[in-house]
């Protein structure tokens, strides 16, 4: 893992970026985009993790993350081996999973190469951590995470998208509570 990604302070604010293995589109469907967002809730309420901006893509979450225990580099591991046992779960035992065999084949395939992992793997190793010390790099990084659906064609407006902080910060209708910034 390079060293400029990493997570060195762990009190720090930082940009993350979650990537599926192979660039797979897991979070095209609604039910793995759900389980991204109800770990998120989880670990805000239970792990004191702070989540000021967010986007789920369909092979990618970005994230501005914080720490409040200090322990941010353990709780992003917790959420990628959460989300992953979950996803997995989802993809196995759904009859309407149309994507079933290919999926697994990817995963399979990317597990062959890591030895901490025997069968499966979902998330990438490196959460191209940075950290954000200033605030121009503060509002790129914002302005970057908000208009990704935007930059993907899928929605006119940052705020048009469900599964993004753009709304809350917009004052609408969100899935999910953050920290304002």
Known sequence: MGEAYQIKNQDALYFITLQVVGWADIFS????????IDSFIY???NKELEIFAYVIMTNHVHA??????GNLSNTIRD?????????HSEIRTNPEESR????MMIFKFHARF???????QLWTHHNHAVELSDNEIINSRFDYIHNNPVKAGWVIHPEDYLYSSARNYAGLENIMEIDMI
Do not use: G, M, Q
């Not at 469907?29 to 991204?36: F, P, Q, Y």
């Not at 079933?100 to 999926?103: G, I």
């Not at 890591?114 to 499966?120: H, P, T």
């Open 114 to 120: 890591n030895k901490r992992v025997e069968e499966f």
């Open 43 to 45: 670990s805000r309420a």
């Open 100 to 103: 079933k065999k290919w999926l």
């Open 29 to 36: 469907r609604k039910i793995h985009r759900d389980i991204i």
């Open 79 to 87: 959420i990628k081996k959460h989300t992953s046992k979950k996803i």
């Open 64 to 69: 501005i993350v914080r720490s409040k225990s």
